[in-house]
């Protein structure tokens, strides 16, 4: 199962930061926060990643609390090609495996 | 740019036909992973690997079997394929980090 929580859809103007929340309150020490997005029928796309520092690359920032229980990726400028369901996922980096759990993730719909 | 890359976008096939979906990463990556994503099930592993010729079941593999003959290549194959098997087809790869999906194969069967 997933160990993330998400709102199931949101919606964001366009030329607007958008804000997805995640909880993770079961998270481990040394278990990562992922980003990835999937626009309708292609691949999920990685986004972001951090453990405990706030985050930032061309295409996002990901901001996580304190506590690691929660954490907010930030699209500073939405545009409409950023309309796509975002997934929140917590995991070991590294490892054998690298297995990701997807929840079921936020439907972000970004309007003009 | 780094990349993984899926031999179909569309395919169609009939039932009991043996299927191959091929999978190839330019990354060196040592993990390699099959999904499927169905609407309402979301995202469910098939198989992973993490070495040449070694495989390990995901949380649904019942119909299916992979092939590893060389790191950069991960072959998923349906037997005999079934119209329970239309979906969505992703192939995954990591190393330590960042995970890189491919496009996707839309797999029909009719």
């Known amino acids: 199962d997933a160990k993330t929580t998400q709102p199931t859809s949101m919606d964001c103007a366009e030329g607007r930061a958008a804000n997805l929340p995640c909880n993770h309150s079961?998270?481990?020490?040394?278990?990562?926060v992922y980003w990835y997005r999937q626009i309708h029928s292609q691949g999920p796309q990685y986004i972001i990643h951090?453990?405990?520092n706030n985050e930032t690359n061309e295409m996002a920032s990901l901001i996580i609390t304190e506590d690691r229980k929660s954490s907010t990726l930030i699209l500073p400028h939405a545009t409409l090609r950023d309309t796509a369901v975002y997934y929140c996922i917590v995991k070991y980096y590294g490892g054998s495996q690298g297995n990701l759990i997807f929840g079921k993730g936020t439907k972000l719909s970004v309007k003009p | 740019d780094v990349k993984v890359t899926q031999s179909s976008r569309y395919l169609v096939k009939r039932t009991g036909e043996k299927v191959f979906l091929e999978c190839v990463q330019d990354m060196d990556h040592e993990n390699m992973f099959w999904y499927r994503q169905d609407p309402g099930l979301g995202l469910r592993l098939i198989y992973f690997s993490y070495d040449v010729k070694m495989k390990e079941k995901g949380d649904i593999p019942e119909g299916y079997s992979v092939s590893r003959e060389k790191k950069e290549r991960f072959s998923l194959i349906l037997e005999s394929a079934s119209t329970n098997q239309t979906s969505m087809y992703l192939c995954?790869?990591?190393?330590?980090?960042?995970?890189?999906f491919g496009p996707g194969t839309r797999l029909t069967v009719t």
């Open positions: 079961t998270i481990s020490g040394n278990e990562y």
């Open positions: 951090g453990l405990k």
């Open positions: 995954a790869s990591s190393s330590t980090g960042t995970t890189i």
